[in-house]
T-cell receptor, first 112, second 115 residues
Framework: GEDVEQSLFLSVREGDSSVINCTYTDSSSTYLYWYKQEPGAGLQLLTY?????DMKQDQRLTVLLNKKDKHLSLRIADTQTGDSAIYFCAERQSGGSYIPTFGRGTSLIVHP | NAGVTQTPKFQVLKTGQSMTLQCAQD?????MSWYRQDPGMGLRLIHY???????DQGEVPNGYNVSRSTTEDFPLRLLSAAPSQTSVYFCASSYGGAQSTDTQYFGPGTRLTVL
């Protein structure tokens, strides 16, 4: 099975909060990341959380980490049309190549 | 800094042709990677390098070759293009290592169509 799993689509109304969920399999993951990909562009890092943290907040973004359930979420407050993009969850395991493993990405569609 | 650059941006090949996708970074990153992105499949790692002269296979290496003769450059070679290699290809780099957050810096992508 996949190392990192995400739902493929999320549709929200402008001004609402968006919550994008991710599950991962490696309990020894050290860093977990959220990347954003706008149409026709490469991925850009949104935020990351270290595995000894439960929560990280950065302006409209809140990342929650539940290590017991191996569950990561990204909450975007007051979602805007400019937030429409694909959001990728990724994990970096504690050993091996240090190359992160990416999920399939969640397409966030924000409608008026 | 230009960051990670990729050329070309678009390419159309015929089945059986060969070509090289170029990737360069000017951030003195040790780690570089090639991914392909297909609809519904997310990003899949093709090959990666942890330093000049060192490369290794990722999840989907068949049909692709890489080399890393300098820290800056990491070209991806398609030896004999097949329609299944139609995809968007992304190069990424990072500082690497156990003490690093390993934030990946991505290039803008190369959109390849194989007819």
């Amino acid at each position: 099975g996949e190392d990192v799993e995400q739902s493929l689509f999320l549709s929200v109304r402008e001004g609402d909060s968006s919550v994008i969920n991710c599950t991962y399999t490696d309990s020894s993951s050290t860093y977990l990341y959220w990347y954003k990909q706008e149409p026709g562009a490469g991925l850009q890092l949104l935020t990351y959380i270290f595995s000894n943290m439960d929560m990280k907040q950065d302006q409209r973004l809140t990342v929650l980490l539940n290590k017991k359930d191996k569950h990561l979420s990204l909450r975007i407050a007051d979602t805007q049309t400019g937030d429409s993009a694909i959001y990728f969850c990724a994990e970096r395991q504690s050993g091996g190549s240090y190359i992160p493993t990416f999920g399939r990405g969640t397409s966030l569609i924000v409608h008026p | 800094n230009a960051g990670v650059t990729q050329t070309p941006k678009f390419q159309v090949l015929k089945t059986g042709q060969s070509m090289t996708l170029q990737c360069a970074q000017d951030m003195n990153h040790e780690y570089m990677s090639w991914y392909r992105q297909d609809p519904g499949m997310g990003l899949r790692l093709i090959h990666y390098s942890v330093g000049a002269g060192i490369t290794d296979q990722g999840e989907v290496p068949n049909g692709y070759n890489v080399s890393r003769s300098t820290t800056e450059d990491f070209p991806l070679r398609l030896l004999s293009a097949a329609p299944s290699q139609t995809s968007v290809y992304f190069c990424a780099s990072s500082y690497g290592g156990a003490q690093s957050t390993d934030t990946q810096y991505f290039g803008p992508g190369t959109r390849l169509t194989v007819l």
